[in-house]
């Protein structure tokens, strides 16, 4: 059915019952009454391993399979929920479950032959009773038997109405008045000889068809109680799968290793279909989830725990995916994911409480962080107007964890490192200022360089991974207004007012003091306006000369051992050289990292679900059996234009508008070409169509599947007594009359064609707009596909697709007709084609997005630093990170998938962090020689880049244990990115800095542009120049800034 799509919004809008599908566009309810159960609904699919061997169908095991699925299927209540199999209604038996067991457990009992019979009979066709089915092997065996089935099938259909006219006709003796509705497999034999009589067929392809034709049947009904020979009928099954025939019954079982030479299969799967409406309703929109939660309720009850009990029993593994569980599932596991966001803040916390020693601050800090998302977002939507807002940007929260207390560091650092100097700290105006004065200029251009990288990803043509970059920049940038305004606003307060109090209301103090450790119990000092308090200010100007501070151990690790090995121009120079050397494998192992080879896994390769996903989508061939994708081809319409469309700016629901072709014409030329393309597929006859589109399992003919809506049109005006194809001039008095007319639908119910044709008709002008075929392709459904499993079967469409609008090829398109183009459904990821291009973009976004986050780094370091060597180093430094980052994802054997390419893209964010604060100490150090600087800036940074490196692993390390392998590779990469940076960060680039860094000595060549600027341009410096423009010193703290 094609509607103007103002029309649809119309009848949604109008509408009291509305149907919403996930990724699907609203549409009314549908007001029609269908017999109970003969609507699709929940699924469950299942997936068996052989645990022990390869071999999954053995007599034991076969039966266990056996007692698992009757536990389903023979259940009291399974018939008040099945689908069924007529959808009539006429017939309320169960459909047969898709299953092996069908193949095993064939219901032979109305023939005189089994499996192990119908064996025999085809290995005697060839003369020679060896075992070996050389009759499948014959010449030309395929045509022949598909000759034979549509004569049999026309004439079986014959017999049938013929059965309506009590057996008056032609076929009349083959009727049995014994049985009026069954074809017993005499009258089949009967039917059989009398289709093949006017037919010039091989007696090889009539003696095949003939032995297994009983067995075809079997398909058909219910499953018997004997087991058949396991042998044979794997030998048997092996055989047909190589015949386009009989393939389709036996394909879907069986591995892709399974063969006429490897008859056995260590995997297998199958299908239970459950129906709507449940009885009492009308159809499956009305009441819908109602029906649904009645149905899951019963499934809950009655399967789940013993499906999960059965899922590593023994020497089979029983899997499944049941659809009424999924929401439940995914909510348990998506709710378990989302909890471990608390958990990873905690722990956040902690370190931020642990590197302070103080909950008020860390209080504030994980406050400040949390703060930075509503803010950020406050901008992002409200002020600039960007619409869209990706799923992607929850992940921001774990980057601004770690990046957020990066600054909190800083900030605190250079307040803690104030105390050790007590000219700063002559009041508390003077120490805020050169604290302040440090600290924000150094967020400052970390902040800035980190919101230029995540920027850059906006070149992307991918909205989620703009939106991401775009949004991860508003959250670094609120984070920096938060921690240079609020949080020093909380430090003014910790420091007036609980800086010198207790943690606890009983403690002990005095350890590394001059009076001796004393424990008791300071209660009532807790409460700021309670007893009065020291100031660490007033602490630093009371100590005395010889009272020097002690660091932290973090701190004396640092600017200690750490410093002297690395400071050192010997101890420089080995760790540059074993970095060098490093880098050699990295970017051999970097190089090596391959596009995406397989479906995507979203959960652990262990878990359940994705384990039965990962064998159903790797470990079969593609088969007529499969849910598989649908696929169109269409003519009229030209392209989309997209000009004015700005998904960021105004969400998803942003669409371009459609171009008509204004060649398509339905003339007779036109009408005659699209049924001859539809009527290629039902054959099956293009050159590797078995590659990419499916045959229709429920024809017997074994026809390709198609819903052709010429085949409506042809019927109907042939019917009407008109020719077809039809003379345009006519189309548009008779296309209305077609539209008014009426059909019996598989449901038995009159439906109006213009309800249910793919043809689009334009009543007012009279034209036809669009024609639409629907054909099903060889991708199946409820899974995701890689994409060069896509691109293969996009190749294999669009060379059939140019060759049917070409006008020399096999079928030639009039120019009426002859810009058809193809589309192709999907399923989690949307639609295949579509999602096979978001494949490659977001590899080349991944190359790109690292690529210029990178040089935009470099180019803001310049500016911020001035010193082009510096820059040079930390340009160096980032792609060396870059290059490691990459390789350790080789390593763990991740391929360019989504995730790891929007990693990639956004890993230039993150690297910069620690490499940039590093670069701003040295640069803004006052010392003469670069061993000098180097330890100034070891001093005042080190301990701060090594807290937020600690800080980073702690957010994401929770990460790893998540189920969302999103989640999962998220935490992976930012652990390794962060741990890598600091190596990089602290090693190569600190020791490329001691060894060829700017100082005093460097030729003014080498240190542009500084050396050419203004030096006005620069501001201060070092604390000097704060204390030189503070107050003259007193021995009063500022009374100001200390009041509440």
């Not at 800083?410 to 104030?418: E, G, H, I, L, T």
Request: proline residues 5%; charged residues 20%; contains cysteine.
């Amino acid at each position: 059915m094609i509607k103007n799509l103002a029309e649809d919004e119309r009848e949604v809008k109008d509408s009291d019952c509305v149907v919403e599908s996930w990724g699907l566009e609203p549409r009314p309810c549908d007001d029609k009454v269908y017999p109970p159960l003969t609507q699709s609904g929940d699924l469950v699919l299942t997936a068996m391993i052989s645990n022990s061997d390869n071999n999954l169908f053995t007599e034991a095991k076969l039966k266990k399979l056996r007692k698992i699925e009757d536990y389903i299927v023979e259940h009291k209540e399974y018939k008040d929920y099945c689908m069924r199999g007529d959808k009539t209604g006429q017939d309320t038996s169960c459909a047969q479950p898709v299953s092996p067991l069908g193949l095993f457990y064939a219901n032979l009992s109305w023939s005189s032959d089994g499996i192990g019979e119908i064996f025999d009979k085809v290995d005697k066709i060839d003369g020679a009773a060896d075992g070996v089915l050389k009759a499948f092997q014959s010449t030309g065996l395929d045509k022949e038997l598909a000759r034979i089935q549509g004569s049999y099938g026309a004439m079986t259909a014959s017999y049938r109405r013929d059965r309506a006219m009590n057996c008056t006709t032609d076929v009349s003796k083959c009727c049995d008045s014994k049985d009026s509705s069954f074809i017993s497999p005499k009258i089949a034999l009967c039917l059989l000889d009398n289709s093949a009589n006017d037919l010039t067929i091989s007696p090889t392809a009539k003696s095949v068809f003939r032995a297994m034709l009983p067995l075809v049947f079997a398909f058909q009904m219910p499953r018997g109680d004997k087991l058949q020979h396991v042998d044979k009928t794997l030998k048997l099954a092996a055989n047909m799968k190589t015949v386009g025939l009989y393939a389709p019954y036996v394909d879907f079982y069986f591995d892709k290793s399974f063969s006429v030479d490897n008859p056995v299969s260590k995997y297998s799967r199958g299908t239970i279909r459950f129906g709507m409406p449940l009885p009492g309703y009308n159809n499956s929109d009305i009441k819908r989830k109602e029906q649904q939660d009645k149905f899951r309720k019963w499934f809950r009850e009655q399967f789940n725990d013993y499906l999960k009990a059965t899922q590593g029993d023994g020497d089979v593994e029983f899997l499944f995916f049941a659809t009424p569980l999924i929401q439940d599932e995914f909510i348990s596991i998506l709710l378990a994911d989302m909890t471990k966001v608390f958990v990873s803040l905690a722990l956040v916390f902690l370190w931020i409480w642990l590197q302070t020693n103080s909950s008020i601050i860390a209080i504030a800090g994980i406050t400040e962080i949390i703060l930075s998302i509503p803010l950020a977002f406050f901008f992002y939507y409200t002020i600039f107007g960007f619409k869209y807002f990706d799923g992607l940007n929850a992940m921001t929260i774990f980057i601004v964890a770690a990046i957020g207390a990066d600054d909190i560091f800083v900030f605190m650092d250079q307040y803690k490192a104030s105390s050790y100097m007590p000219e700063v700290c002559v009041d508390l105006k003077t120490r805020m200022n050169w604290v302040y004065g440090r600290a924000s200029w150094a967020m400052f251009i970390t902040s800035a360089t980190t919101c230029a990288a995540f920027v850059c990803t906006a070149s992307s043509p991918l909205p989620a991974i703009q939106s991401f970059g775009i949004f991860s920049a508003f959250v670094i940038a609120a984070d920096y207004v938060l921690v240079i305004t609020w949080f020093p606003a909380i430090v003014v307060l910790y420091h007036n007012h609980w800086e010198g109090r207790p943690c606890f209301p009983c403690c002990c103090w005095g350890v590394g003091e001059k009076t001796p450790c004393v424990c008791a119990c300071r209660a009532h000092e807790l409460w700021p306006c309670g007893a009065p308090m020291t100031t660490s200010s007033e602490k630093v100007r009371l100590r005395g000369p010889e009272e020097e501070p002690k660091k932290r151990m973090l701190e004396r690790l640092l600017s200690g051992p750490f410093a002297n090995a690395i400071g050192s121009w010997r101890g420089a120079l080995i760790t540059v050289v074993v970095f060098a050397v490093l880098l050699v494998p990295s970017a051999i192992l970097s190089s090596q990292i391959q596009p995406l080879s397989r479906s995507e896994e979203a959960l652990p390769a262990n878990h359940p679900f994705q384990k039965l996903w990962t064998v159903s989508g790797e470990e079969f061939p593609g088969s007529a059996q499969n849910r598989n994708t649908p696929a169109h081809l269409v003519w009229g319409i030209d392209l989309i234009n997209n000009d004015g469309v700005d998904i960021l700016r105004q969400g998803s629901t942003s669409k371009g508008k459609m171009m008509m072709d204004t060649t398509f014409k339905f003339d007779e030329a036109a009408q005659q070409h699209i049924w001859k393309v539809c009527e290629e597929v039902r054959a099956m006859s293009a050159p590797k169509m078995e590659l990419f589109l499916s045959r229709d399992p429920d024809s017997p003919e074994g026809y390709g599947a198609v819903e052709c809506p010429l085949d409506d049109w042809k019927n109907w005006l042939e019917g009407s007594g008109k020719t077809f194809p039809l003379p345009l001039a006519q189309v548009a008095s008779e296309m209305k009359k077609f539209m008014n007319s009426t059909k019996l639908n598989e449901y038995r119910q009159l439906v109006k064609l213009k309800d249910v044709t793919t043809i689009g008709f334009d009543e007012k002008t009279g034209e036809v707009q669009v024609v639409m075929v629907e054909l099903t392709s060889q991708l199946q459904s409820r899974a995701s596909h890689s994409g060069d499993k896509l691109k293969k079967h996009y190749d294999l469409f669009q060379e059939w697709l140019e060759e049917i609008n070409s006008a020399t090829g096999r079928l030639p398109a009039p120019p009426t007709a002859n810009k058809a183009f193809q589309t192709c459904e999907g399923d989690f990821n949307g639609p295949n084609w579509i999602w096979m291009h978001t494949q490659g973009l977001f590899q080349q976004s991944a190359i790109s997005g690292a690529c210029i986050g990178t040089v935009l780094a470099f180019i803001v370091i310049l500016i911020a630093t001035q010193q082009i060597i510096i820059a040079l180093l930390s340009f160096v430094s980032i792609a060396c990170i870059l290059a490691t980052v990459i390789a350790m994802m080789k390593i763990a054997n991740y391929e360019l998938g989504s995730t790891t390419s929007i990693c990639i893209t956004i890993l230039a964010g993150f690297a910069v962090d620690y490499v940039v604060h590093l670069a701003h100490a040295y640069n803004h150090s006052l010392k003469v020689t670069r061993q000098e600087k180097f330890q100034e800036a070891i001093d005042v940074i080190g301990v701060s880049v090594l807290s937020g490196m600690v800080t980073s692993v702690l957010a994401a390390m929770v990460l790893l244990t998540c189920n969302l392998q999103f989640f999962a590779k998220f935490g992976f990469f930012m652990i390794f990115t962060v741990i890598w940076a600091w190596l990089w960060g602290n090693c190569f680039f600190m020791a490329m800095l001691r060894l060829v860094g700017p100082d005093t000595n460097t030729h003014w060549v080498l240190q542009l542009p500084y050396s050419i600027l203004p030096k006005k341009w620069f501001g201060p410096k070092d604390h000097a120049n704060y204390v030189e423009n503070a107050s003259e010193p007193n021995n009063e703290p500022n009374k100001e800034l200390q009041k509440e």
